[in-house]
Structure formats: C-alpha cells, structure tokens
Nanobody, 129 residues
Framework: QVQLVESGGGLVQPGGSLRLSCAASGRTFSPYDMGWFRQAPGKEREFVAA????????YYTDSVKGRFTISRDNAKNTEYLQMNSLKPEDTAVYYC??????????????????????WGQGTQVTVSS
C-alpha cells in the first residue's frame, strides 16, 4: 500500500503561481507512474498532467499547457506541479495519483484516472481576486 499526501494549495490571485507537492510513503515506491488530476465543483474529475516512471514523454491537458509543469524526484518519492499564470478556471481540488509503472503505455493510459490505484486526499486551489 502506498500513501500520498498533497501540499501547497491555497488562495492565489489571477496570474499568480503555486507549487503543489505530493509525497509518497509506505511500501517500496519505485517504479511508479505519477500524475495530477483536479475536480471543480459540479464537475467530473479531470486529468491535468502525468509523468511516467519511464520518462521520455510527459502529458498535459490542453488548458494548462505552457502554464503548468509536472516533475518528480524519485529519490524523494515526490512529484510536483508548478502552476504559473493561474486563472479562475483553475480553481479545483487537486489530487495526486500513482500506480505501479506500466512502461511506455501511451497517453490513453496515463491520462485516465482509472489507471491509478493510489490517490491523495486532495488540496484546494482557489484562484480569485
């Protein structure tokens, strides 16, 4: 079993920045695929970004490309989401996710919430003036 804990959420003005962190603990973490999802009030959970263990290609939903950057530090069992130029429509609860590595599975795997077995409890991001 793997436990994931998000941190770094909060209230920020439009155009501002936040960095989310997701720390993993429990059973041997590596190798794991990791990603970020978000859920706004009244909406379904939405894919945001993913970074597979195997490296190479990373994945973003179109609405955050050029503004968000996902990264990971495998030695620290941690993934990050750097969010710049935040917009009110980015307001949501953000969840980190992890799953045993499925090497080079492609975007149809890494962008689906059903692909991940382990989830954090979420951290609230609110973008408002």
């Amino acid at each position: 079993q793997v436990q994931l804990v998000e941190s770094g959420g909060g209230l920020v003005q439009p155009g501002g920045s936040l960095r989310l962190s997701c720390a993993a603990s429990g059973r041997t973490f590596s190798p794991y695929d990791m990603g970020w999802f978000r859920q706004a009030p009244g909406k379904e959970r939405e894919f945001v970004a993913a970074i597979p263990w195997s490296g190479g290609r990373i994945y973003y939903t179109d609405s955050v490309k050029g503004r968000f950057t996902i990264s990971r530090d495998n030695a620290k069992n941690t993934e990050y989401l750097q969010m710049n130029s935040l917009k009110p429509e980015d307001t949501a609860v953000y969840y980190c996710a992890a799953d045993p590595a499925r090497y080079y599975a492609g975007s149809d795997y890494y962008t689906r919430g059903e692909s991940y077995d382990y989830w954090g409890q979420g951290t609230q991001v609110t973008v408002s003036s």
